[in-house]
Every structure is written in structure tokens, then in C-alpha cells.
């Protein structure tokens, strides 16, 4: 990379105009600029996350300090490598850890990272298949695995899953599909009805179907077992609603982060409440999950209808909708476009 042009690259840049007021700019940016990690790598796609929306405007829980990167998704090649870990060219994956957070994220041409967050693309998979799963689909996939390592299987019953228009959600539910569960698709956006019925939903619920649990210790056991995408209040009233020795994968706060909680539904139906990271799981358990998603747990076809390819310079205009609660399915970013 010795020319200028080669040097430079286009990001996405977040800063603040104002106390509390953000902007996002799609800039050029240089090689200099970026942190000194030893992995450069050429991104060739990128997705959007609600975590990403929540950097972009100003949360600092999530990134610390302004002007930044977001983008906690990227896939590309390798253009440098002092490590000696992988060679020019290799086409990497790298999600989550502190990419997009306080380290310069995928929305740009260009990264620098630690070579031990990047794991090879997985044979199966192409680069943008990779990204219209991201971390959502990683995370989806990990949802399920908890489900199955907890004993659940197709004829225990209906598996609801929550927030199912979201990136995780709608995931979760063609993946749950392809395995043959039964799934209650639950939403806000009734109108995605036929959506989510084309990636496998056995039935699309109103989430207020959920509200008159609300002021219950327990509620009638409804659903086998849950992916919950949102958290809050929603989180325990799906709790409330399992049946008998069922458990929920939890893996979201966009409802809020707290919710209230009695002991009855753990110590009288034995409910689980499984918890789901995909940040700061090890890479060799990322890497096993990334191989189930392009081998038996493929759902290339269904991806067609989950994820919309967008480009860098529209980031910024499907972060705010992302930020506003107003996304559906996937948003690939490709910087070809």
C-alpha cells in the first residue's frame, strides 16, 4: 500500500457536534489513523446492530470516547499481518470483542485489529453471507445451542422467540425452523406478519400478547421454550409462561436492561434462564458456531429474505432506524456499492 490513494480509505465517523449530540459523516480517513494492531485488513462487508445504532448516537456504555468508528461486524482480507498468524489475502471474519465499541469498527474500507479476534471465513459461507448473519446470526446461533444443550427438542413444543423482526430475532427463527421446532414468533410489527411466516413461523403474535403476564407471579405454561432478544419486563413474563422444566436463552436489552422478578417459576416448573454472549467468546467456540452456520445450520435461503445490502454512505441513515426500534431482518453493508 505505498500511493496516497492506497493509503486512504472511506469510514463512517461519529462525532459530537454538541453536548449530547451526535452526527454521523461519512469521511475519508488514512492508515496513520488507525490504532497500531497488527492485522490491517481490506473490509469488503460489514453489518449493521443495534448495538452499532447505540454507538453511532452516543452511548457511552458502548464506546468511551468521540470521534469513532462504529461497526462491530467485518469481513475482508488480509492486507498486513505482523504477527506472521495469517498471510495477504486470506479472507477473514471478525465479530465482536472491542470492534466497533472503543476500537475503529467495520463501517469503513479499512481495519486494524488484534489477529487473534479474526478467524478464517468459513468454507460454505461467502463474504456476504457472513455478514447478513454477523453478530446477530452468530448470536442467534448461540440462542439455540444453549436450547439444545438444555434438552430441547421439536416435539417438547412451541418455541417462542421475541423481538422477532429483529436481526437476532428473525435469525432465531428460520434457524429454529430449519430444525424442525415449532416457533410463536413474537413482534411489535404485525405487519412483518407474512415475513416472518416465509422464514418458518408456526404462528406470529402481537407482543402485547405477553402484557397481561405482567402483574402475575406465574402465568399458564404456553411455550416449551424461548429465545428472548429484548430483556426488561418482556424477559420474565416469557418466564412466567413456560411450561414445566423449559428455559429461556437471553441474549437482549433493547426492552431495558432490569426486570422484575419472583422466584416461583424456578423452583416450581425448574425454568432455566440461560444467558448468551457472543462479545468475548473465546474465537475457537465462535469459530465451532460460524461452521454450524455454514454447514447443517445453513439457511442461505432464507438469508435472501432476511438481509438487505445497503451502502456506506447509507449507514448512517439505517442507524438512526435501527436507533428508532424501526429495523427489520438485516442490513448489510457493502463497500462495493
Known amino acids: 500500500m505505498n500511493s496516497s490513494q492506497e493509503r486512504e480509505f472511506r469510514a463512517i465517523r461519529v462525532e459530537e457536534v454538541a453536548a449530547g449530540k451526535f452526527d454521523q459523516l461519512l469521511v475519508k480517513r488514512h492508515l496513520r489513523d488507525l490504532p497500531s494492531n497488527p492485522l490491517l485488513l481490506r473490509v469488503s462487508y460489514s453489518s ?7 454507538s453511532a448516537f452516543g452511548n457511552r456504555s458502548i464506546t468511551r470516547e468521540y470521534p469513532h468508528t462504529p461497526g462491530i461486524d467485518a469481513v475482508g482480507s488480509v492486507l498486513e499481518d505482523q504477527s506472521g498468524k495469517f498471510t495477504p489475502g486470506t479472507e477473514l471474519l ?11 469498527g467495520g463501517l469503513a474500507e479499512v481495519t486494524a485489529v488484534p489477529s487473534e479476534w479474526a478467524l478464517p471465513l468459513p468454507e460454505g459461507l461467502s463474504a456476504r453471507e457472513s455478514m447478513a448473519l454477523g453478530t446477530a446470526g452468530l448470536t442467534a446461533a448461540l440462542c439455540v445451542d444453549r436450547l439444545l444443550e438444555a434438552g430441547a427438542m421439536p416435539e417438547d413444543g412451541e418455541v417462542l422467540v421475541s423481538g422477532a423482526t429483529g436481526g437476532v430475532g428473525s435469525i432465531a427463527v428460520a434457524l429454529l425452523a430449519k430444525l424442525g421446532f415449532r416457533v410463536a414468533a413474537v413482534t411489535g410489527k404485525l405487519e412483518a406478519a407474512d ?6 413461523a408456526w404462528k406470529v403474535l402481537d407482543r402485547d400478547t405477553l402484557a397481561p403476564f405482567a402483574n402475575k407471579a406465574m402465568a399458564k405454561p404456553l411455550w416449551a ?19 414445566y422444566g423449559g428455559g429461556v436463552a437471553a441474549c437482549g436489552m433493547a426492552s431495558g436492561a432490569q426486570f422484575h422478578a419472583n422466584v416461583f417459576p ?3 416448573r425448574g425454568i432455566s434462564l440461560l444467558g448468551v454472549d457472543s462479545v468475548e467468546l473465546p474465537v475457537e467456540k465462535k469459530a465451532a458456531v460460524w461452521q454450524k452456520l455454514a454447514g447443517p445450520w445453513y439457511i442461505g435461503d432464507k438469508l435472501k429474505l432476511i438481509a438487505e445490502d ?5 449507514a ?13 431482518g438485516r442490513y448489510v453493508v457493502n463497500m462495493a456499492l
Open 316 to 328: 448512517p441513515e439505517f442507524l438512526a432506524r435501527l436507533h428508532r426500534g424501526h429495523g427489520i
Open 225 to 243: 421454550w424461548a429465545v428472548d432478544t429484548v430483556g426488561g419486563e418482556t424477559l420474565f413474563n416469557v418466564v412466567k409462561s413456560l411450561a
Open 94 to 104: 471478525v465479530t465482536g470483542y472491542d470492534l466497533g465499541m472503543n476500537t475503529p
Open 310 to 314: 445497503i451502502s456506506l454512505e447509507q
Open 195 to 200: 415475513f416472518l411466516a416465509e422464514l418458518g
Open 266 to 268: 424456578f423452583i416450581l
Open 48 to 54: 449493521l446492530n443495534y448495538k452499532d445504532a447505540m
